[in-house]
């Protein structure tokens, strides 16, 4: 039993291991604390608002984030806006809904029920606008990068000037974490550039860590509900293995053999 | 193979029972004599068990949601993940279950090696197990298609080239796999109807497995052949029962951490981002759980020859019961097969590791010493070592592990009249 024990620990460790070696490579990104780690880890609501209006304001022009929609901005779990606020939000944007009874396409303001609506009407118009590059979508932006929220909040913090000797094409930057260090997509952030309606100081990195904490939330927007089920299934399952264990014994007692 | 017959006792069971004997399997299931000292590594057939119901369960349901079109795929999941009540939950156990199922075949499979449970009588069963871990394996690159992200097309485009290296019809056949000229929404459906498929099969092939393993009984980490029922064994039900019970819920605790803790760390990011046929990935790489075989397909310099590598690798599996030349089952009585039990499982896993790094530089020079040995161990270790190890005593049965006035004996018996 204790070498059983032992040995399959030993594999699910090595097992664990060597998965992550495999998909984080090795970049030292900047480190800030996530709310959202650990076993009981939540989401900041003020940062997931805060990173709502970064999105909105800054990235949304470029980004768009097709999987979500404005109801999702009112849900448990999530920015948690109020009803009113998420319904005006929606308001602000229009959308093409129809054909009418007249059979003609028409502008309505948006809906709950609408997705977020996109800054390209297609692939090609978006390339067109951004030099031939693609602003990819941000609904799991952070699940389809190695580095996850690390990478993301580094990369918006990491650009400089090219070292020495390295030569930039026309509208190409130079990012430290970005791969290949090369990023068609300019600085997206400044201080102060937007104002913060609770009155944080909007830093860099203060709305690297806000947008960066709301594209989490879009990727994973049952995480809060994920972390608390989690938990109570894993007590759950060890309370459950401790009587079974004490009930094993108990049958196994009438043979003479170890359990 | 209970030896008495079974009668019902209530009249409506023995009506029922002469008709149909489901009553009859049922009494052979519980009472089937099983040896007592089986050790936890024995739990993982129960535990496979369970990972088989459980991958059918969830992805039933998924399927219920998903669209098998190369246009709404990848959509279909997001809608899954967010908009399904419990979507995410059933998909990541999914996905999850996957890993988890492999994690526990593979410890299935080198506790066989171990204890050579593959040896005669058992060959059937081991042959079996053999097909069901190629379907498990086809059934998981098909499922890991389906969310048609970069890795699931581009992994597909890579291994349905893998026959291209057939020589004359091996581009037909490709094009024919494809349902086109590239991975494309005709492969999709086709996976995914296979995706559908193949666990059905595998859960018949199963009952065979286990049918075929109640004709003999099971081996044991002693490796002898004992007399059932005896004072060896023990009926299934309560104490294998609750046993398997006990060691699933362990590996419960496990799988649950993965599922609700790190549910894609087993995952490539680039699957999260949609299929794009005009952009290939950095590095295109299977789940783990393929990387063993990866590495050994991409250790050999040519095509044809590394594809058939692989598939001899998985193969060769089929015909070990008559490779392994030895008559003694269980390693705990082969000091040298241990050494190099010990030895093959470390090969493993640096093909597995190096198959997830680039092939070129050392990376490359190490997975071809590796799959070197791999071969080297199965046809020439195996076969020389049967005729010239020198194996320990063989005790007569379980409950006296050493044969004649061994210590152990001494200690055996001692520890028996303590029980009493």
């Given at each position: ?19 992550q070696?495999?998909?984080a ?6 480190k ?26 800054v ?12 109801r ?5 779990g999530?920015?948690?806006?109020s009803q ?87 509208g ?13 997509m ?72 170890e359990? | ?33 099983t ?6 590594w ?12 459980t ?9 219920m ?53 593959y ?31 970069q ?19 091996g ?66 039900h ?6 398997d ?16 803790y ?51 690798a ?28 010990w030895?093959?499982?470390a ?48 005790p ?12 152990n ?7 028996e009249?303590?029980?009493?």
């Open positions: 039993m204790k070498n059983f024990i032992k040995l399959f620990s030993i594999l699910v460790l090595f097992f664990f291991t060597v998965t070696s495999q998909s490579e090795k970049v030292d990104y900047l800030t604390d996530w709310s959202f780690k650990g076993l009981f880890g939540k989401f900041d609501r003020g940062s997931l608002q805060r990173g709502y209006q970064v999105y909105t304001e990235c949304a022009s470029c980004h768009s984030m097709k999987y979500l929609s404005y999702n901005l009112g849900e448990k999530g920015p948690e806006f009113a606020e998420v319904k005006a939000i929606a308001a602000s944007f229009e959308v093409i809904d129809g054909p009418n009874a007249d059979g003609e396409m028409f502008e309505r303001p948006a809906k709950l029920s609408d997705k977020f609506v996109m800054p390209y009407d297609n692939v090609k118009a978006a390339q067109a606008a951004n030099g031939g590059a693609y602003p990819p979508d941000m609904s799991v932006l952070v699940k389809a990068r190695g580095g996850g929220v690390d990478y993301i909040y580094s990369l918006l913090q990491g650009y400089e000037d090219a070292p020495s000797g390295m030569t930039l094409d026309e190409v930057h130079y990012n430290k974490y970005m791969y290949g260090n090369k990023i068609r300019s600085a997206p952030l400044s201080d102060d550039l937007i104002e913060y309606g609770d009155g944080t100081k909007a830093t860099v990195e203060q709305m690297s860590k806000d947008v960066t904490t709301f594209l989490m939330w879009a990727a994973e927007p049952h995480l809060e509900t994920r972390h608390q089920m989690g938990f109570k299934a894993i007590i759950y399952l060890i309370i459950l293995t401790i009587l079974v264990y004490f009930s094993m014994k108990k049958i196994w007692s009438r043979v003479e053999s359990v | 193979m209970s030896d008495h017959e079974y009668t019902p006792t209530s009249k409506v069971g023995k009506w029922f029972n002469d008709r149909l004997p489901l009553l009859t399997l049922a009494n052979h299931l519980t009472d089937y004599p040896p007592k000292n089986l050790n936890y024995w739990t993982f057939g129960g535990i496979l068990t369970f990972c088989l119901i991958q059918i369960v969830t992805g039933l349901t998924l399927a949601h998903y669209i098998a079109h190369a246009d709404m795929a990848f959509e279909s999941v997001e809608h899954i993940m967010r908009d399904v009540n419990y979507g995410w939950l059933i998909r990541y156990i999914h996905a999850n279950g996957a890993s988890m199922f492999f994690l526990a075949v593979y410890i299935h499979i080198f506790r066989s090696l171990f204890y050579g449970s040896k005669s009588p058992r060959e059937i069963i081991w042959i079996i197990g053999i097909i069901i871990y190629l379907l498990m394996m086809a059934a998981a690159f098909m499922g890991y298609v389906l969310p048609w992200g890795m699931s097309f581009w992994g597909a485009t890579v291994i349905t080239n893998l026959f291209s290296a057939i020589p004359l019809v581009e037909g056949i490709v094009t024919w796999l494809w349902g086109g000229y590239s991975v494309d929404n005709p492969t999709l459906t086709r996976f995914f109807t296979l995706h559908y498929l193949i666990p059905f099969l595998i859960l018949g092939l199963v009952v065979l497995h286990i049918w075929a393993l109640h004709v003999p009984g099971n081996n044991n980490p002693v490796g002898i052949d004992i007399k059932k029922p005896s004072k060896d064994t023990v009926p299934f309560p104490y294998i029962v609750i046993k019970g006990f060691a699933l819920l362990m590996f419960m605790i496990v799988f649950a951490f993965f599922v609700f790190s549910p894609n760390i087993l995952g490539h990011a680039d699957n999260y981002i949609e299929a794009n046929p005009m952009v290939t990935p950095a590095h295109i790489v299977p789940e783990w759980y393929l990387l063993p075989f990866y590495a050994i397909l991409r250790s050999v310099p040519d095509k044809l020859l590394g594809v058939v590598a692989m598939l001899s998985i193969l060769i599996l089929a015909v070990l019961p008559w490779l392994d030349t030895s008559k003694i089952r269980s390693a705990v009585f082969r000091p040298l097969y241990k050494q190099f039990y030895i093959l499982v090969d493993v896993l640096i093909l597995g590791y190096m198959g997830a790094m680039p092939a070129e530089g050392l990376y490359l020079l190490i997975a071809r010493v590796a799959t070197a040995y791999y071969f080297l161990h199965f046809l020439v270790i195996l076969p020389v070592l049967g005729f010239k190890e020198k194996t320990l005593p063989i007569l049965s379980i409950t006296e592990p050493v044969l004649g006035g061994s210590t004996l001494a200690m055996a018996k001692n520890k009249s303590l029980d009493n």
